[in-house]
């Protein structure tokens, strides 16, 4: 099935698509776009989450009584909150929508096929490069069925109602109107490991290394924090690997049997072994090195290997901290060359 | 073993507190006045040269930290008047060789001596071409100077020739007279060698600085890589190794080169061999003149003989690039190739960079560093290696003729005195020549040397701290920290280092990226190449060019000492050999065909087994 107002098949969408695909499926878009391996989905578009909204409004306002609370008001936030999310995982959905979101299921997943999915929060203020939004709405990992996706992308719907994110939108003055969110639905890659990668040293902003951190299992572990990864750090240019901690990664996430994510304690014989072989390491460099120059800034980037060895990214994002700081040059052209010398002759200044 | 040092809060022993080793407190009083530790020194801050120095120093060999610091001062202190910094202060214990920086602190001082610093430092990097050309041609002459001194010789009667032409003074003044030159000479060198080194450095750190700073987790090696030059005089030997081996393929000889054969074997075998045999061995002699005159060592001592006076290194490398050759591997450097390498990483660093102000500055220091550079890497061929080697061999010749004259059992024993020594035996001798008495030396030197080698033999055996006396807040003398990589965090690593003993890792600096696991060659002197077999790891105690050729068949390489940008290092990454560099320790911690592994990206080589 082609694209829509409702779908947007990742090949068929790029980063100029936020307005209705959020900052993560237009990445995604982005990088299949680039032919950077991602694993295969599609994109629930806003227009989807504001038919059902006005669905809903048509009952009972939302956007202006979230409008009417200060950001210090917590309690009413809080109650506020507990009663849109029960709204919005509760309601069925338009026909239209429900209809789009299942054919496309059945394009992506085939006929009697129920692999497991990931439900995405991909929200229209989330990944932006001015606003480090991320962690603030909910994934679905491990999603297995029509009827769960389904449940998982009202889901993340709701989660844009959560606490945290009303509190947020306050703290910010973000009208509601302006806030839509789409949901990214595609394959799951069975990690045998996965981490995180940054086209940009976090440690001191070095544009020449990428660092990459990585552990046994599903990605959501290293990223949630609960196991030390190991971590390389690698010249861009020279591929040279400076840096090698191996760590002890006591526990893994493995998905559960019945759909979901489980922690599971890692095998003492693979605990203290890099996740990584130097073959893998360059070779996350070489994509890592191709996403940030087809963004042309430094990226911040989820990936994973799967049981063949491939690798997939997950996502990828501008990376804000070290970019938002502007660097002043470290040194200027001098009229004569020659004063440059001064810093190593001439003593501390 | 430890030499006894009381140890001192928060800073290294007192250079008073550390003693002599009992028995050796004549060999200790042997080395000038001038260069003993006195109770003023425990004021100042030293350190170790393991760098240059990492055996105990002979008292004769001590003429090169001599003739080197007085160069090495005089152009600091003198010449191009280093704004913050004088020369260097040196000191000998237990054989061990200590320096310390003479800091200028004084803004006053510091603002008058930059004035100078720029009317003169930058008059020569405004003229480096031109002064590097005149260069060339004086050390030329110097070392043209240095073959043309006169064979020795003390004969019976005068020969006719100089009666009949009047010439008037005896063959025994021509002795003296050449020993002077010969001193004289060296020391005229060891200018010539520092005329330009410094500055060349302090060309070479800007850039370093500058990448350090754009770069923070930039590697030594990769800012290395991107100035090294590439045409530089030190890779000629291993060059015309090259040549040769093409030859031997080229005059069907190449059968004759087997790994193991003494070159003394391999060189008859080749002369019976008649018309090929011979015409090989006249490409052999080109070639030794004069790029053999390449050190097995750094040239700082006597024993790092060159490959002229020992072929066992050039012809351990020969079969190995002739079996390359015969895979149909390219002999010759790819010059152009690696000229092409270095110019994308440059270009591919700056693409880097954020601000075109970055990219001005970044283009004008490494075109400053490309210029002078060539400098830093030529002079080596010339003055370490050449002229040193002249020199050395030169004062064999007076062992030998005093050896003659009763003086030593052998003629090696002559660096058992000092210079100042020696010129009172040669004194002796040509006394004695002229009065028709007996010299006195053969009653005196023969036990006072044999004093001398056993307490070198004895405090080799001694460990010594690498630094004494208290820790100096910053290191920002650029000569220590240019010369010899110190820092202040590299002084933190030395006072915790025996925090740490049983540790089964060995630290050095990261000299050439890669991860090998093998078995250690540890291959003390040029003699013991010959054991190194194909994928071993060379452990040694210098890296050298010298050393360049045996690099095809190792799997990496681990040295005691020498820094990122050593000519070793330099050859590694040409060879992409993980190489660790300035361990301080390796060929004593690792043993003769222990699994080790080598981390070259780190600096780090573990032990296996």
């Keep these: ?349 | 073993m430890k030499t006894t040092a009381t140890a001192q809060t928060k800073g290294f022993p007192l250079p008073s507190s550390l003693k002599v080793v009992v028995g050796t407190e004549g060999a200790q009083a042997a080395y000038p006045y001038y260069m003993q530790f006195t109770k003023e020194d425990d004021g100042r801050f030293w350190f170790y040269n393991s760098m240059h120095f990492p055996e105990p120093m002979s008292v004769f060999d001590m003429i090169t930290a001599e003739a080197a610091y007085c160069a090495l001062g005089s152009a600091n202190t003198r010449v191009h008047c280093l704004p913050t910094t004088l020369g260097i202060d040196y000191r000998v214990l237990n054989g061990r060789v200590y320096i310390g920086g003479n800091a200028v602190t004084d803004p006053a001082e510091i603002e008058k001596r930059t004035q100078e610093f720029q009317k003169r430092a930058f008059y020569y990097y405004a003229n480096w071409e031109r002064l590097f050309a005149q260069w060339k041609d004086k050390m030329m002459g110097l070392i043209r100077a240095a073959e043309a001194l006169p064979k020795l010789d003390l004969p019976e009667f005068e020969p006719i020739e100089h009666v009949h032409a009047g010439r008037g003074i005896a063959s025994n003044h021509y002795i003296l007279e050449t020993y002077q030159k010969t001193l004289e000479g060296y020391f005229r060198m060891w200018h010539h060698h520092f005329e330009f080194l410094l500055l060349g450095y302090g060309a070479y750190l800007t850039f370093f600085d500058f990448c350090k700073k754009a770069f923070p987790e930039i590697s030594d090696q990769t800012v290395a890589r991107m100035v090294a030059g590439i045409e530089a005089e030190i890779f000629r030997p291993d060059d015309e190794l090259r040549r040769l081996a093409k030859c031997a393929i080229d005059l069907g000889v190449d059968g004759q080169f087997r790994e193991g054969v003494a070159p003394g074997e391999i060189i008859r075998s080749l002369e019976q061999l008649g018309e090929p045999g011979l015409a090989w061995l006249k490409e052999l002699a080109i070639s030794r003149d004069p790029w053999f005159n390449i050190n097995s060592g750094d040239g700082f001592y006597h024993y790092h003989r060159s490959w002229n006076d020992d072929l066992s290194m050039p012809f351990a490398a020969l079969p190995g690039y002739i079996a390359n050759a015969k895979r149909g591997e390219r002999l010759e450097r790819h010059t152009e190739r690696l000229m092409a390498e270095r110019q994308q990483l440059i270009a591919d660093y700056r693409e880097l960079l954020e601000t075109d102000e970055d990219r001005g500055a970044y283009d004008q220091m490494i075109e400053l560093a490309h210029r002078v550079f060539p400098y830093v890497e030529g002079h080596k061929f010339y003055c370490e290696h050449w002229y040193t080697n002249l020199f050395f061999n030169k004062i064999r010749e007076f062992g030998a003729l005093l050896t003659k004259h009763g003086f030593f059992d052998d003629t090696e024993d002559v660096f058992q005195l000092s210079h100042f020594e020696l010129e009172t035996a040669i004194i002796d001798l040509m006394t004695a020549w002229s009065n028709g008495s007996l010299p006195r030396g053969p009653e005196r030197w023969p036990a006072i040397v044999r004093e001398r080698k056993e307490a070198i033999a004895e405090w080799a055996k001694h460990e010594t701290p690498p630094a004494l006396g208290p820790v100096p807040d910053i290191i920002d003398d650029p000569a220590i920290v240019m010369l010899w990589g110190i820092t202040r965090d590299n002084l933190d690593t030395w006072l915790t280092a025996d925090e740490q003993p049983d540790s089964n890792e060995i630290r050095g600096f990261a000299a050439s990226a890669g991860v090998v696991e093998g078995t250690a060659r540890v291959v003390k002197t040029v003699e013991e190449i010959g054991r190194l077999r194909h994928g071993d790891i060379l452990v040694c105690h210098v890296t050298n060019p010298t050393w360049a050729p045996i690099f095809q068949k190792i799997a990496a390489a681990v040295s005691d000492i020498g820094g990122s940008m050593s000519h070793a290092a330099i050859v590694a990454r040409e060879y992409a050999l993980p190489a660790v560099v300035g361990t301080g320790t390796a060929t004593q911690k690792i043993r003769d065909g222990q699994r080790i592994r080598v981390d070259g990206g780190r600096g780090v080589v573990t032990l296996l087994d």
């Design chain 1, 1 to 349: 099935m082609p694209s829509s107002e409702i779908i947007g098949w990742f090949a068929d969408i790029d980063l100029s698509d936020r307005p209705t695909v959020g900052g993560k499926g237009g990445s995604l878009g982005e990088l299949t776009r680039a032919s950077i391996p991602v694993p295969p989905g599609f994109v629930v578009r806003t227009a989807a989450f504001e038919r059902f909204l006005n669905a809903l409004e048509k009952e009972e306002p939302i956007r202006s009584k979230v409008e009417a609370l200060g950001s210090h008001e917590l309690d009413k936030i809080l109650a506020l909150s507990q009663e849109l999310r029960a709204r919005l995982e509760r309601a069925p959905l338009p026909d239209d929508v429900n209809s789009e979101i299942l054919a496309a299921y059945v394009e992506l997943c085939g006929k009697d096929n129920n692999p497991p999915l990931a439900v995405r929060s991909s929200a229209t203020t989330e990944d932006a490069a001015d606003a480090s939004f991320a962690g603030l709405q909910d994934t679905y990992l491990w999603t297995i069925g029509a009827r769960a996706t389904l449940r998982s992308v009202r889901s993340c719907w709701a989660s844009l109602y959560s606490t945290p994110s009303i509190t947020y939108r306050r703290k910010r003055g973000l009208p509601e109107s302006s806030v839509a969110m789409a949901v990214v639905i595609q394959g799951m890659v069975k990690a045998q490991k996965a981490g995180v990668m940054f086209t940009r040293s976090p440690l001191t902003g070095d544009r020449s290394v990428v660092t990459i951190e990585g552990a046994w299992g599903l990605g959501s572990a290293v990223v949630s924090g609960e196991v030390t990864p190991d971590r390389w750090v690698i010249a861009k240019i020279t591929g040279e690997i400076s840096v090698r901690e191996i760590s002890d990664k006591h526990v893994q996430h493995l998905p559960a049997p019945g759909g979901g994510v489980e922690e599971a304690e890692t095998p003492e014989d693979l605990r203290r072994v890099p996740c990584l072989s130097d073959a893998e390491i360059a070779a996350l460099k070489d994509i890592a090195k191709r996403v940030e120059r087809h963004y042309g800034r430094p990226q911040d980037i989820e990936w994973a290997i799967d049981q063949t060895g491939e690798i997939r990214l997950l996502q990828s994002r501008p990376e804000t901290v070290w970019s938002s700081k502007g660097r002043a040059p470290v040194a200027k052209p001098a009229e004569n060359p020659l004063q440059h010398v001064m810093k190593i002759f001439g003593g501390r200044r």
